[in-house]
């Protein structure tokens, strides 16, 4: 069993590109504007001429947390689990897991890169780990 | 340009009431809600049917609606009601809702209320089925996440609580502010300790009987960390409520009522509660702005403040609000727990009824009818002489009361 994300209009370009190996971020035609997670329009200039910009996958660990008490029942045996929040090179942040370290090596300004980990059939998240 | 105070002194807190507070009760939130707003109309000294207004927080958080209460109170009408949204977030925004009200006409007695019945469901701290909104059946396949403020983009990676959230921010102050391990793990636990002192004292307090020490502290599990289990508020039943009328009538009804200098509202761009997209430093979730726009329209200094209610999910909050409220620079906040504190003897005591983490949750409301016994001089750890009392959320919902 696993969490997965409900896609909408918005978002589904996003977990589809991810399905796909790459990682993407909403980006105004018009003003260059990056934004994670999507708008409707662009808060700098309100266009609506937004698509989507595929980026290094590259970045950095900007905080995190060592989960040792789930929350969910979903999660229970999956403890102990890292969220992060992962500042990407060319600038918004996102909300991943780290994977490939354990827990307690984790530290805030390490470098990362984007890896895909299929959580469910058809469905792919965007996980980080240490960049070598 | 200034504004015109629109609130200072023209509305006023002028009675209190809550149930027991506990892990569990027998009533439900509707029978807390009943119990807790008599209360406070009997210490206002009005009658319940002649309430005319209701400020709430929106569901999931509130699940008592007014349409209950005015059945089940025996109201003749309300003239005015208002929900607010982002639970705790809503603290002052309740206040400001209730006290325009008054000062504008639309409404002569105005009742605030909070009711929770976590041990019945709706446990914040779970996120499956014991929690408000919660994901799904056990058991049933994968859980689809509705994409709804962005919690698609969360709960996949099991970001589902408050606590994780608010894990997430006390690591990013720890790293920009080049604390280490033991230096986060005292200022967070002199909060905690300090405040498990105030309800040792506090006979409405659930852990009034139950000592907190260093090493119970310490020793006790991380659940996300760097917060530990006593870093974390709790969970239960219960229920608080007060009266909010114009300063004209307040007199008329009670010789201590406790004036409204201003209660404020904010909201700028993912500067939500819990808003971890925040542009910029994330730290900086509270517009510094709203702060001065508070003190501002009380027409109050951070000297004049006597006392401090700071919202408190986690210990984390209260150190961060010494900041954002500008008691403390900003990244300076540990040093000034570390070496004042927040006890009876420091300069500025916070959570004196214990809080959330020790006295019991009422998504800060309890930290209202606290500042009320302050500022009438009957809280049990009472601050010599307070006059004026700050309560306020992390994200700056805030209200400045006065005797």
Known sequence: MAIVPGMTKLTAPYWDAARDGRLVVQECRSCGRLTHPPLPACPDCHSTELGWREVSGHGTVYTYTVVRHPTHFAFADRVPYVIALVELAEGPRLISGITGIAPDEVRVGMPVRVVFREVADGVTLPYFEPAP | ?403
């Open chain 2, 1 to 403: 340009m200034t504004r015109r105070p629109v609130i200072r002194n023209t509305a006023a807190i002028v009675g209190i009431g809550q149930t027991a507070y506990a892990k569990a009760l027998e009533p439900t939130a509707w029978e807390l809600a009943v119990d807790a707003i008599l209360s406070a109309c009997a210490d206002a000294g009005v009658d319940v049917a002649d309430v005319d207004g209701m400020c709430r927080f929106t569901a999931p958080f509130e699940t008592v609606s007014e349409a209950m209460l005015v059945r089940a109170l025996g109201i003749r009408e309300l003239a005015f009601f208002a929900q607010a949204p982002h639970g705790g977030e809503a603290l002052g925004a309740v206040v400001a809702h209730a006290a325009a009200a008054v000062s504008a006409g639309l409404a002569n007695i105005v009742v605030v209320y909070r009711a929770l019945s976590q041990s019945k469901g709706g446990r914040f701290g779970r996120a499956d089925r014991g929690g408000p909104g919660g994901a799904a059946a056990e058991g049933a396949g994968d859980i689809v996440v509705p994409e709804q403020d962005n919690l698609s983009f969360a709960w996949p990676y099991g970001l589902m609580s408050p606590g994780q959230l608010f894990a997430l921010w006390a690591r990013r102050y720890a790293a920009v502010h080049h604390l280490t391990e033991e230096e986060l793990t005292r200022t967070l636990g002199t909060i905690a300790i300090t405040q498990r002192q105030y309800a040792n004292n506090n006979p409405a307090a659930m852990m009034r009987d139950r000592k907190l020490d260093w090493e119970t502290y310490a020793g006790a599990r991380m659940i996300s960390e760097p917060l530990r289990l006593f870093d974390l508020c709790l969970e239960n039943d219960g229920a608080c409520a007060f009266v909010v009328t114009s300063a004209e009538v307040a007199r008329t009804l009670r010789g201590d009522p406790v004036y409204v200098l201003a209660a404020t509202q904010t909201l700028a761009p993912y500067r939500e509660p819990m808003g971890i997209y925040v542009p910029g430093e994330l730290l900086e979730l509270f517009p510094s702005a709203a702060a001065d726009r508070l003190f501002e329209q009380a027409g109050v200094t951070r000297k004049d403040i006597d006392v401090a209610e700071f919202y408190d999910a986690t210990s984390y909050m209260p150190l961060r609000s010494l900041e954002s409220y500008g008691f403390a620079a900003d990244g300076q906040g540990w040093r000034y727990v570390l070496e004042q504190g927040t006890g009876p003897d420091s300069p500025l005591p916070v959570n004196t009824h214990g809080g959330h983490l020790s006295e019991a949750y009422l998504h800060g409301m309890n930290g209202i009818v606290e500042a009320v016994r302050q500022l009438r001089g009957t809280a049990s750890n009472q601050v010599a002489g307070a006059a004026v009392a700050l309560v306020g959320a992390p994200a700056g919902s805030a209200t400045i009361l006065a005797r």
